[in-house]
């Protein structure tokens, strides 16, 4: 069986740094573990996991929690957190919390006791359990939403802009009525896009007023019902705004059911650029989040955390981008 010295000298570096890169540590020039790693494998070697887990006291493993595992927003964080962890010889065990405080504690309670070696989670709302893992040393790394009283690594998206740009596009397009459905008070992205959308009515001089706003949970049922009942008021909405792509699923679904075309008879906007968003007739406008991104980035930080827990805490916030489709042309 090939030994730790043979990939050294098959990669040309010593022992220690055969042991860093394989192991995962950040520290490690990302040509030398290309290197290592390609050595390892031409040589057949394996570690010996078990000593290197005990010797550790964690597993090279990362746990990732996301709210919603049909969202195509989260599976895309998920495959950039599984890409870079993969680089440097980390696995990656997928937890899907469905919005739920009670799964989400269940789910950190058994990151714990495998020992991962860090935890990357969107939070399910205000209240969580991260303390867990601060009490015990485990690295995190919030995304998409921050922990309230909480000084994390989080890597987030600004939202609340984003929404006042989609919503001063719709008013440009000369709707009237602009309505947003949105998600359950005190997550933090749905109450970041209800301001953004309400700071782009005052600046335009708009009326706002909460006949116009929903808020329900991020599925396309609720956004749905939300839907028909906006449509159905005696002065309804001539354009919506809505906050994720698995509520514009719902939202088309009331259109439809009710003969209304979006865009020529009510404009809609939708966050994240789902596979089936240019598909629809007409394609949809939609706020593009670099969902990607947010895995790569936060992966990335949780190894500089596994490898330094004493850095100072890392907020990173990117940008989303409108494009424009014929579901905003009138």
């Known amino acids: 069986m090939p030994t730790i010295s043979d990939v050294a000298a098959r990669a040309g570096v010593s022992t220690a ?39 550790r006291q964690e597993a090279a493993v990362v746990a990732l929690i996301i709210s919603d595992v049909e969202n195509p927003f989260f599976t895309a964080i998920a495959r950039g957190v599984e890409d870079v962890a993969h680089e440097v010889g980390y696995s990656v065990v997928l937890c899907n919390s469905d919005e739920s405080a009670e799964k989400e504690n269940r789910y950190i309670d058994i990151a714990i006791q495998e020992r991962v070696a860090g935890v990357i989670l969107s939070p399910s709302g205000p209240a969580t359990s991260v303390a867990k893992l601060a009490s015990r040393g ?71 007023t909460p006949k116009l706003v929903r808020r329900t949970e991020y599925k396309a049922a609720g956004a749905r019902r939300a839907a028909l009942d906006l449509i159905s008021q005696p002065e309804p909405p001539d354009a919506l705004l809505v906050a994720n792509s698995a509520m514009a699923v719902g939202v088309l679904q009331a259109l439809q059911e009710r003969g209304i075309r979006p865009g020529s008879q009510l404009g809609l906007v939708a966050f994240d650029d789902a596979p089936w968003a240019e598909l629809v007739d007409p394609p ?20 500089a955390r596994i490898a330094d827990s004493n850095r100072p805490p890392t907020a990173t916030t990117l940008g989303a981008r409108l494009i424009k489709r014929a579901s905003t042309h009138r």
Not at 17 to 45: F, I, Q
Not at 162 to 178: D, F, K, M, N, V
Not at 200 to 208: E, G, N, Y
């Open 138 to 208: 485990t690295a995190y790394v919030a995304v998409d939403r921050p922990l309230p009283g909480q000084d994390s690594d989080v890597v987030l998206v600004d939202t609340r802009l984003a929404a006042r740009e989609a919503t001063t596009h719709l008013i440009a397009q000369g709707y009237e009525r602009i309505g947003c459905i949105t998600g359950p008070s005190g997550v933090r992205t749905a109450d970041d896009r209800l301001a953004g959308y309400r700071s782009a009515l005052k600046s335009a001089h708009h009326r706002s």
């Open 17 to 55: 740094t055969v042991s860093r890169a394989l192991n995962g540590k950040p520290t490690v020039d990302p040509d030398l573990v290309v290197r290592v790693r390609a050595a390892a494998s031409e040589l057949g070697y394996q570690p010996n996991g078990p000593a290197r887990n005990l010797r």
């Open 284 to 303: 949809l406008t939609v706020v593009a989040q670099p969902a990607y991104e947010i895995g790569t980035v936060a992966a990335r930080l949780l190894l």
